[in-house]
């Protein structure tokens, strides 16, 4: 396992933290969803580590390929999160979670 | 290829031709609850229009699954109704469906449970169609374990349940509904990452990298990583079971969920667990498995007196429910640690038999809860005089938990005790002890609720409805079936049972 | 062998009917009338009720033809079918599990079963007049023919594994039966208990097959009464297999300490009862011991078994059965003590004569329990202390009720005389004091207290009680009568042995290797004056109302509550179960639940929105975020190290 490698590891598992912490943490609906970008950016930086040091799957490129389709993914989501947020906030007039209870 | 040239035919070589009905019993619920989307619910007349679309659904299923059991017995091969088609080349996961004698009555029973499930909830009136949304999902994600051969698809369909039960449980449940989902959301996920964990071990650790269950054995992988692998699923799959201690979140959930729900969790949910102990731990890790035998024995005896006593001091009837069907997969926990061809064959039976008596009993308890007015037993009785038809089912229902010779139950449970005693003495004594105390609680259950003296209730309250009637009509005719005739299934399941048990031992 | 005996036995219309055929017919003719009657006739009372005696009828005659077969040429025959069959690919007599069900046809069952199916058709005659004017009366002839099929198939059972169906079968009807007066709440505790002490034995049965099975690989009891004494199973062994089978036959006959049910069994009405006692639950277990005697007879540890329970439980019963206040009680704790000389006579190796005191106490039993029930019924009371004085308003009943009392204590020449004299004469020959005493005490004391309950119903005056009117007493007529008479009869000619050219009763159900024993005329002299002198000290203390001395109150209290033997159960299970319940249910909410709960409230307390971290104060963020990732880092490294590092 070289150096690089751990380093990437290490940086995945800190993206992952802070999207965790973010999500866990904030009232705002839209700060939630950056938050999850942080964790698919957290996977999709894991899965391009470990195609680059040549470890996992037999071809190199399906980490590449798999870290585009996570990014897919995450912005997908992004969408939708984001249109539910806008819904909310012309309800309530605020992105917070609990804006309905007053 | 149209679904009618994909209809194997008797006289044809049946494994040679490929066949969809496997893949149309797991996916066509999920396409039913996307054609649900699009129905508008805003009056009557649309939202009986769903209705029926969300019961021809579930019927379609069935209707799947009995012609698939018609052509089951000839076909030949471990397999059934096999389907191969290349999906993730890459990582060697494969879309491979397949049933055996050990999945095939299970699946049937999914079929039936879930178009019980639908007609049950008929009378819903707000959110029917998101009730009926998830439901299907989750008709996906049960019948998509049961049809799977491939560790990754079994694994998806396993995740595929968690969202749509959480859902289920906390929109439309019981005052501390919340709490309950919450619990079971927690506990599945958990359970989830340690069977996910099991399956990546497993796969990086094999010889061939291939997600197949058949060809993954316990043969290439060193000793002690199989045992890890054995040990991570099995408690992935004990949580699910509910084996003592992880079953908390299984009698919450049974006491908070509205009846379909519950009865889908306890009638089916709860019997995955046992099937991939059976399919995983002892169909491909034998030997490992044989070796934590010991500690399985005492989770399950455990498992099966834990809930029998607990259930003494239990006054929510639908909890109590809930510790009944604990105690049964107790039992199948015991037939499994003991690895007996007898006893597995019981323990396949006795789910059968319990997805059944624990569908009858959640209706018949979400009956008598709507006409007492009360969950509490002790604050019930001589409900006999309203509901005649009700207390002659829910009898049914003990009895048939009981194991009462007649009733489904019966042969399953005998066959776990006589199988499992060669092997486990003790251990099939104290289970035996577990299963008289159930019978003395469930007995005395009965006559708090419905006999002795009838105090004065508000309003008329009427016996069963047609509705419920019907449901609990079908559910006795299949209990009864079962327990009379269980040779209907009995050449199935043992010839795959065996087969399953001498892949498994190398 | 049987074959050949078949085919040397002379001719006749009776042998072109098979034995088990007619014994299929007769098992199944109740379930086919219980079937016609859901499905057809549920809202018909009449047609009901006739249809299940109907019905009754045929299978009774079925049942005599089977008997008239067997006494011709008593056979050993069978007619298995299979209910489960699969392969086990194991090696050795593994190699397939079948279990199999089925009639069987032998003078054992032919005798038994005759009992039952007759005297299920006159309780059901007898309960189209008395239940004529109840709620729930097809529920109850369905009921009674679903115990008729019930215990039908007891006693036609081939193997373990189908006596304990129909054993089950038999717990629900008792049940059922017990419970019928649903609203009343001693009724139904009552049937909750029977259920659950049959239960046990089931259960137990249920473990002793799965023990036989193990060590036999063999379920069927003709096939097994030659392995059990092959040595493939230690003494110890067999001695298990015959105390889990005891307990199942304990909980079904009422044996010590099992017998708590039987007198909650007199909540049933009377027909019901007279059912239970005679031919049904009550004799399941001597049968299921008298069926598995080749276990029994290779360990004399467990016929010390039955010699000691059974006759704690024969004295015990008529201890208790005299000091009861209420009729149908008192009638009920005869029965055990009936039931308890049985198991006795079993144990001490009277089998023929054990057999046949169950058939002969079968018809006195169930004219007692009837005669209860329309003496109840008159007097609108269930207490004897106040009742009497029916002789002159009742004496057809009474009449009919003397013959019960006499053939039941064992007076000759009436029914219980000839197989208690029987057994004495075993125990004679045995030469054990202790039997010879408890066999003599037991019908010296049964015929007490059958007698003080004939006293005290009928002799002196009808005792005053508020808004009720003596004159206002009929007797029976009509149906209930008709049946009363019969059993009546029954109960005076079902003892008698010896006639010459006729088969000898005792003689027709033996047991290969268990000798007959001579009939001593010490015996039936003892027999006959234990019988006679009991009865008449009984009618002298009785009949006088001779009033118990205040001392022997508590005594008398204790006896009457059967030693209090149901409250200390009582209390065993509220004080020991339900604590331990309890504490179940709270370690699951604190300790197990309490973990999760953490879990869970921790997450939700992190999740709650924290109006400091609004504030955005860098400091205390940063130390936290650095220490997750390190936290989190080192982890994932070391997982990610150790599994994929390994693979190299």
């Known amino acids: 396992m070289s150096a690089g490698l751990s380093l990437l590891l290490v940086a995945s598992a800190a993206l992952f933290a802070v999207g965790v912490l973010g999500v866990v943490t904030r009232r705002s609906t839209v700060v939630m969803l950056l938050g999850t970008q942080f964790m698919f950016i957290a996977g999709a930086l894991l899965f391009v580590a470990f195609a680059r040091f040549g470890l996992g799957a037999e071809r190199a490129t399906a980490g590449a390929s798999m870290a585009l389709f996570a990014g897919t993914v995450a912005a997908a989501e992004l969408a939708v999160g984001l249109a539910m947020s806008a819904l909310i906030y012309r309800e309530h007039r605020s992105f917070a979670l609990d804006a309905d209870r007053g | ?506 | 062998m049987t074959l050949a005996l078949l085919a040397a036995a002379p001719k006749g219309p009776l042998d072109t009917w098979s034995p088990t055929l007619l014994a299929l017919f007769a098992l199944l003719l109740p379930l086919i009338a219980l079937l016609i009657v859901l499905a057809f006739t549920i809202d018909s009372r009449r047609v009901s009720a006739w249809i299940a005696v109907i019905f009754t009828l045929a299978a009774a005659v079925c049942t005599f033809l089977v008997v008239a077969i067997e006494v011709a040429h008593p056979l050993h025959l069978e007619r298995p079918a299979t209910f489960l069959q699969f392969f086990t690919g194991q090696s050795g007599g593994a190699a397939e599990f079948t279990l199999q069900w089925g009639v069987l046809s032998d003078p054992l069952a032919a005798e038994v079963s005759f009992a039952v199916a007759l005297i299920s058709l006159l309780v059901q005659i007898y309960a189209l007049a008395f239940m004529r004017r109840e709620d729930g009366v097809v529920r109850f002839f369905g009921v009674l023919l679903f115990a008729t099929f019930a215990m039908l198939g007891v006693t036609f059972s081939t193997n373990y594994f189908e006596m304990l169906l129909f054993f089950g079968l038999v717990t629900l009807s008792t049940y059922l039966m017990i419970g019928h007066w649903w609203q009343r709440e001693e009724a139904v505790a009552a049937a909750s208990r029977a259920f659950i002490i049959s239960v046990l034995g089931d259960i137990a049965l249920l473990a002793a097959v799965a023990y036989i099975y193990f060590r036999f690989n063999e379920l069927n009891f003709q096939a097994l009464t030659g392995h059990y004494t092959g040595g493939r199973v230690s003494a110890n062994g067999l001695f298990i297999m015959a105390i889990l089978v005891f307990i199942a036959a304990a909980a079904k006959s009422a044996q010590f300490p099992l017998h708590l049910w039987l007198v909650g069994s007199a909540q049933a009405p009377a027909p019901a009862a007279a059912l239970i006692h005679s031919a049904g639950s009550a004799v399941c277990g001597v049968y299921l011991i008298a069926r598995a005697y080749g276990l029994f007879d290779a360990s004399p540890r467990g016929l010390a078994l039955l010699a000691i329970a059974g006759g704690l439980t024969a004295v015990l019963g008529v201890l208790w059965a005299l000091f009861q206040e209420n009729l149908k009680r008192a009638v009920a704790y005869t029965t055990m003590s009936e039931l308890g000389l049985m198991v006795l006579a079993l144990g001490i190796g009277a089998y023929g004569a054990s057999v046949f005191e169950l058939f002969t106490h079968a018809w006195p039993k169930a004219l007692l329990f009837l005669a209860a029930g329309v003496i109840i019924r008159e007097l609108r009371t269930e207490r004897l202390a106040e009742m009497g004085g029916l002789w002159q308003r009742m004496r057809f009943t009474g009449v009919l009720m003397m013959i019960a009392v006499a053939a039941g204590a064992g007076i000759p020449p009436f029914s219980t005389f000839w197989s208690k004299d029987t057994i004495l004469s075993k125990a004679l020959e045995l030469g054990s004091p202790l039997a010879i005493a408890v066999i003599t005490a037991v019908t010296f004391l049964g015929a007490m207290a059958l007698v003080r309950i004939f006293a005290l119903v009928f002799t002196g005056e009808t005792a005053r009680r508020r808004r009720f009117e003596p004159d206002r007493i009929r007797d029976a007529g009509g149906r209930i009568a008709f049946t009363m008479a019969v059993l009546a009869i029954a109960s005076l000619i079902s003892g008698i042995r010896g006639f010459r050219g006729r088969t000898d009763p005792i003689a027709f159900v033996t047991f290969p290797g268990v000798s007959l024993p001579n009939s001593h005329f010490v015996a039936a002299g003892v027999i006959a004056a234990s019988a006679v002198v009991g009865a008449m000290v009984a009618f002298v203390v009785y009949a006088r109302r001779v009033p118990v001395p205040a001392a022997l109150q508590p005594v008398r209290q204790a006896m009457g509550e059967g030693f209090f033997i149901d409250r200390a159960y009582r209390l065993a299970a509220v004080g020991i179960v339900l604590p331990v319940s309890r504490a179940a249910a709270w370690v699951e909410t604190r300790v197990v639940d309490g973990g999760l709960d953490l879990v869970g409230d921790s997450i939700e307390f992190a999740g709650q929105p924290r109006r400091w971290l609004g504030e955005f104060r860098i400091r205390p963020l940063l130390i936290g975020f650095f220490a997750g990732v390190v936290v989190l880092g080192t982890l994932a490294i070391v997982l990610a190290g150790g599994i994929i590092g390994k693979t190299g």
Do not use: C
């Open chain 2, 1 to 506: 290829m149209t679904l009618l040239e994909a209809i194997p035919t008797t006289t044809a070589t049946p494994i040679t031709l490929p066949t969809l009905l496997l893949s149309a019993m797991v996916w066509v619920p999920a396409l039913g609850a996307i054609g649900l989307l699009f129905f508008p619910t805003r009056t009557e007349v649309q939202r009986e229009r769903a209705r029926s679309f969300a019961i021809g659904t579930a019927a379609l299923v069935l209707a799947f699954g009995v012609f698939m059991w018609y052509g089951f017995r000839d076909q030949s091969g471990t397999f059934a109704y096999e389907e191969t088609r290349s999906w993730l080349r890459g990582v060697g996961s494969s879309y491979h469906l397949g049933v055996d004698g050990v999945s095939m009555p299970l699946l049937l029973l999914s079929a039936i449970l879930f178009v019980v499930a639908v007609l049950a909830s008929s009378r819903l009136r707000e959110q029917a169609k998101e009730y009926f949304i998830l439901l299907l999902l989750l008709e996906t994600g049960v019948n998509g374990v049961f049809a799977s051969l491939d560790y990754l698809l079994f694994f998806l369909f396993w995740q595929l349940q968690a969202v749509p039960m959480f859902l289920l449980i906390a929109r439309f449940g019981g005052p501390r509904r919340l709490s309950a989902a919450w619990k079971f959301l927690a506990v599945d996920l958990a359970a989830s990452a340690l069977l996910l964990l099991a399956i990546l071990i497993l796969y990086f650790k094999a010889p061939v990298r291939t997600f197949d269950i058949s060809t993954l054995h316990d043969l290439a992988v060193p000793a002690a990583t199989a045992t890890l692998i054995s040990w991570l699923f099995f408690i992935a799959f004990a949580v699910r079971l509910p084996a003592f201690p992880f079953h908390t979140w299984f009698i919450d959930a049974q006491g908070e969920a509205s009846a379909p729900t519950a009865l889908i969790l306890g009638g089916i949910l709860v019997k995955l667990g046992g099937y991939g102990i059976i399919r995983v731990n002892l169909g491909e890790f034998q030997d490992a498995f044989h070796r934590i035998s010991g500690a399985v024995v005492v989770i399950a005896i455990v498992t099966v007196l834990w809930s029998a006593i607990a259930a003494l001091a239990q006054d929510d009837l639908r909890r109590l429910v809930g510790y009944v069907v604990m105690s049964h997969m107790g039992l199948v926990l015991l037939a499994a640690a003991s690895a007996a061809p007898v006893a597995i064959n019981g323990a396949v039976l006795l789910m059968v038999a319990d997805g059944l008596t624990a569908a009858l009993l959640v209706l018949m308890a979400a009956a008598i809860v709507e006409r007492a007015g009360t969950t509490s037993i002790r604050a019930m009785g001589g409900m006999a005089a309203h509901m005649g038809r009700g207390a002659l089912f829910w009898i049914l229902a003990t009895l048939a938990a009981i194991g009462f010779p007649g009733l489904a139950s019966f042969i399953g449970q005998f066959m776990i005790v006589v199988g499992a005693y060669p092997s486990q003495r003790i251990a099939t004594w104290i289970a035996v002890l577990g299963i008289l105390v159930l019978a003395g609680v469930m007995i005395l259950t009965v006559q708090r609720i419905f006999f002795g003296a009838t105090p004065e209730r508000p309003g008329r309250l009427r016996d069963l409805g047609t509705l419920e009637l019907f449901n609990a009509a079908a559910l006795t005719t299949f209990i009864v079936l079962l327990g009379v005739l269980p040779a209907i299934l009995m050449d199935s399941i043992n010839f795959s049972v065996l087969s399953l048990l001498s892949r498994g031992s190398g």
